[in-house]
């Protein structure tokens, strides 16, 4: 297996000038905290997913309750995995492409300590019954001002380095700064909206645009960019069309925004705004259409890659759940499919594959790539690397299945007109599954976690660990 090892700047030799402008010590501190909220959440799925069977011995007990502990889980995902893994990724990415640091070091240090604080502050909130009503803007209303600041501060470090690049503006850079402005804006929008200004259909169709576009507009953006930067470099060659590049980002600007209202499909929203939602759902799975051609153009006449090479494994089987997690998305966003799938827990399995399967692979992807880099040290074990794949890819094929099935088993027996309990009772079995599929994921990340420690605390080699 070939897992580009370290550069043998980091073990030794001099370092260049692109190298001197990362501070590796941000990275690996956001990686570290990004581990952690990843091991919270899968034991808040692992709880909740019990509690699903009727197996939880922890009943009374208000503040290990599965309702709060879903919010924990969902929240520790998308800001405590997901936003820490994509932060310590910029630190490294932003300045090898612009050739600049980023704004301020000590503004980045501020901007770690403020977000973990943001996230704990967050859980504690939500375990403590704070938790704002608003769907994935769980964060109790007085944390609402500090994250909205805080994310200010990461466009403001970002953005700075590459206005003021002189050199070509990378499609990586568009996704990049796309994404800054964006994620600001959602934000505001989703948690600042609702809360104060709007109430009532209106309130639930910004609702609706919140949850999509923090998929659509944070996650999906900073995922592509990082795609485009790492693929061509870990390929060796570039990127397949430039051209191409530019038509799905322009198409993901253009059509995204709208999504969101998809979610709420035969609601008092008007018609003409869910339609609008199917249509342009329906258009943006072209568009991702013309990016995964993109990638395996590129990856053309090297597909040996995708063997020997890890990192480029992740991504590849990540963009391969992305596809069919988008191609899902344009059949179950129309109003037939809508009818029966509509609060099943198929929408659970469509959720955990773009989540898991597409972008915390990738990020798992990169950091494995990027923490013998960061360390200066190769892998402790590569077999226990191969082992973190298979467990996760195996798990969340499985679970994805197994929901997708039991959301179709619900979707009959409710539109059979049979009683609720029929649907729980044809649904236990999923439910068994699940969780078997759940500890295939948590024990694929707890290899993880265990490999990334004894690399830590392994000497350096005294001899460059040669890169692939
Ligand atoms: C140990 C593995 C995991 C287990 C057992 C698990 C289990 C669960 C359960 C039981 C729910 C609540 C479903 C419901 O309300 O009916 C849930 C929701 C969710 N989980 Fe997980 N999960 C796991 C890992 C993950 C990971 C790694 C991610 C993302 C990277 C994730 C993302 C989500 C999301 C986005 C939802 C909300 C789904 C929705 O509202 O439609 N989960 N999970």
Redesign the pocket.
């Known amino acids: 297996m070939n897992v580009p090892m370290v550069d043998t700047a980091a073990v030794g030799e001099p370092l260049t000038d692109v190298e001197r402008l990362v501070d590796r010590k941000i990275v690996l501190c956001y990686y570290v905290a990004a581990m952690t909220y990843?091991v919270v959440?899968?034991l808040g799925?692992?709880l909740?997913?019990l509690q699903?069977i009727r197996c939880n011995d922890l009943q009374g007990i208000e503040l290990l309750s599965p309702g709060r502990w879903?919010m924990v889980?969902?929240n520790a995902?998308a800001y405590g995995?997901l936003a820490n893994a994509f932060l310590g990724t910029l630190h490294w990415t932003i300045p090898r492409l612009t050739m600049r640091p980023v704004l301020n070091k000590a503004l980045s240090y501020l901007i770690f300590a403020a977000w973990q604080a943001v996230v704990l502050a967050t859980a504690g909130g939500i375990l403590l019954g704070q938790a704002q009503g608003l769907e994935w803007g769980e964060t109790p209303v007085w944390i609402d001002p500090v994250a909205q600041l805080g994310l200010l501060l990461v466009a403001v470090n970002f953005m700075a380095p590459i206005i003021a690049s002189r050199g070509p503006m990378y499609v990586t850079l568009w996704y990049f700064m796309a994404a800054f402005v964006w994620t600001f804006l959602t934000y505001a929008m989703g948690n600042f909206v609702p809360q104060y200004v709007v109430c009532g259909t209106n309130a639930g169709a910004i609702g609706g645009l919140f949850i999509h576009d923090l998929v659509g507009l944070f996650v999906t953006p900073l995922g592509w960019g990082l795609m485009y930067y790492f693929v061509p470099i870990l390929l060796r060659k570039p990127i397949w069309s430039h051209g191409l590049s530019l038509v799905g980002f322009w198409g993901l600007a253009f059509f995204y925004p709208l999504q969101g209202i998809h979610h709420f499909l035969y609601t008092p929203i008007p018609m003409f705004l869910q339609y609008g939602a199917v249509i342009s759902t329906i258009a943006v799975e072209f568009v991702v259409a013309t990016v995964i051609v993109n990638f395996f153009g590129t990856l053309r006449g090297s597909g040996r890659e995708i063997v020997t090479n890890l990192p480029i494994r992740w991504f590849y089987t990540g963009m391969i759940l992305y596809f069919i997690t988008c191609f899902q998305c344009a059949l179950q966003v129309t109003l037939t499919f809508q009818e029966l799938i509509h609060f099943t827990?198929w929408?659970?399995g469509h959720?955990?594959l773009v989540?898991?399967g597409v972008f915390?692979q990738w990020l798992m992807g990169i950091m494995t790539y990027l923490i013998p880099r960061l360390t200066g040290k190769p892998w402790y074990s590569r077999k226990l690397c191969e082992w973190h794949y298979w467990l996760s890819v195996v798990g969340i094929v499985v679970m994805f299945l197994d929901l997708t099935m039991a959301g179709l088993f619900q979707g009959w027996s409710w539109s059979g007109m049979q009683i609720w309990d029929h649907s729980t009772q044809v649904s236990e079995p999923f439910w068994v599954v699940?969780?078997f599929a759940?500890?295939s994921?948590?024990g694929g990340f707890l290899v993880f976690v265990y490999n990334t420690i004894r690399t830590l605390s392994s000497p350096a080699p005294t001899r460059p660990a040669v890169a692939a």
């Open positions: 990843m959440s899968m799925g692992l909740v997913a699903l879903r889980h969902t995902i995995f827990d929408v659970v959720a955990h989540m898991f915390s699940r969780i759940g500890l994921m948590f």
